[in-house]
């Protein structure tokens, strides 16, 4: 399943809109904001495909039947630039366990790199609905290491996959090495640089969230 919000109008795609402006994302609080308002966005449509369960709430002059979770999901992010999204998530499923994975590109020659994932923090994910987000889905090739690497660990029993943009050769290379997870994306665009940023994207979103790395 892939879910892709450009493609209703809402509300969404004004956050997304301010963090692609070259001017308006100079605001590093504001694009921290935009990005943990999706975050929020994601979490509310993805828990409608999750399950509930009937329950009696007690209030003051009375009985309420209410319909809540059934189970909490795991929320894991790729480090750092996924932080700010993570917030998001977790000010919905404020009661969830939380996962932190490092993941960068090594540079190699010839504009070629390759993913080097060096720190793994998570709860026991078996048998447990996870939600995995990074902001950008560039080459897909960090999404499809860093799941493939829970999915040894653990025997997970739903995947959901949350970027705000994705890149069309990103999308085809996680449904072809993760067919079974659910993808939620906020837009898709076509190109690629050779140094693997997405046009017309939004730039690097680590270093407009928290500064440029050295």
């Not at 879910?3 to 100079?26: C, G, M, P, V, Y």
């Not at 493939?148 to 990103?170: N, T, W, Y």
């Amino acid at each position: 399943m892939i879910t892709i919000f450009s493609k209703t109008n809402s509300i969404a795609n004004h956050f997304l809109a301010e963090l692609r402006h070259i001017d308006i994302q100079s605001d590093r609080m504001r694009f921290r904001k935009n990005l943990e308002r999706l975050g929020e966005i994601f979490a509310y449509e993805i828990s409608k495909k999750m399950t509930y369960t009937s329950e009696e709430i007690v209030t003051p002059l009375g009985v309420a039947t209410v319909p809540l979770l059934k189970e909490q999901p795991v929320l894991a992010t790729i480090l750092r630039a996924g932080l700010p999204m993570h917030q998001g998530f977790m000010n919905y499923f404020d009661r969830a366990d939380s996962a932190y994975i490092a993941a960068y590109r090594k540079n190699k020659k010839n504009s070629e790199f390759e993913i080097k994932v060096e720190y793994f923090s998570t709860p026991d994910m078996a048998n447990r609905i996870v939600i995995v987000s990074d902001p950008m889905l560039a080459t897909g090739k960090s999404m499809v290491i860093v799941c493939k690497e829970l999915m040894a660990r653990f025997d997970i029993k739903e995947l959901h996959l949350v970027s705000i943009i994705a890149s069309i050769e990103g999308i085809e290379h996680v449904r072809a090495h993760l067919p079974k997870a659910n993808l939620w994306l906020g837009a898709v665009d076509e190109e690629l640089t050779s140094k693997a940023y997405i046009v017309p994207g939004l730039g690097d979103a680590g270093d407009l969230c928290f500064g440029e790395k050295l």
